[in-house]
């Protein structure tokens, strides 16, 4: 990692990203990713459907998601490095798929459109900009959290936050990266 690391709690770096993951919340607590043009252009032969949600292997059973956790929970499986940042090999496709790098998102309002609203907005800027850096997780407000069936409730957060900065062709050397957040 070029400018360092956030957190290091269990660090799983995957071929274009990497992410903390935290055991007690059987949830990521930070994913780092970078896009390049390349990687969000699509392409016939990469298919999302050939790709299935997994258990990530290299955490231990006791500490690990896993798909019975969100049956029939009310909450999408959402992807902190989306899927569809991802499109260069079916490989990185399917690396987005660990559970690990997913976390539980309320389906509409939330994970089918606004959060989708802005992923598609950082691949925009990446389609514009050699370098996007996207750093994605999950923030813990304090509130009372419905009861769900599984280990899902620990990990359940009420927000999230999506950070990214890239390069800008069009700027002086000296102010070419530009940054946004988002909450």
Not at 14 to 38: C, G, M, T
Not at 39 to 63: A, C, P, Q, Y
Request: glycine share 4%; aromatic share 12%.
């Amino acid at each position: 990692m070029k400018f360092g690391f956030p957190s290091l709690d269990q660090v799983r770096s995957f071929d274009n990203f990497v992410l903390s993951y935290d055991r007690r919340n059987r949830n990521a607590q930070w994913v780092f990713e970078h896009i390049k043009p390349e990687h969000v252009m699509k392409n016939e032969n990469i298919k999302r459907g050939k790709s299935e949600f997994m258990e990530d292997n290299t955490i231990h059973k006791f500490f690990r998601a896993t798909n019975s956790d969100f049956k029939n929970s009310g909450y999408d499986r959402g992807h902190l490095a989306a899927a569809a940042n991802h499109r260069h090999t079916q490989k990185a496709m399917d690396q987005t798929f660990t559970l690990s790098n997913i976390s539980p998102q309320v389906g509409n309002g939330f994970n089918r459109d606004a959060w989708n609203d802005l992923e598609k907005y950082v691949r925009a800027k990446a389609r514009q900009n050699r370098n996007v850096y996207c750093c994605t997780g999950p923030l813990y407000l304090p509130r009372q959290l419905p009861s769900l069936g599984g280990h899902i409730k620990e990990c359940l957060d009420s927000c999230r936050y999506y950070m990214f900065m890239h390069t800008n062709k069009q700027l002086t050397t000296r102010k070419r990266w530009q940054s946004v957040c988002e909450v």
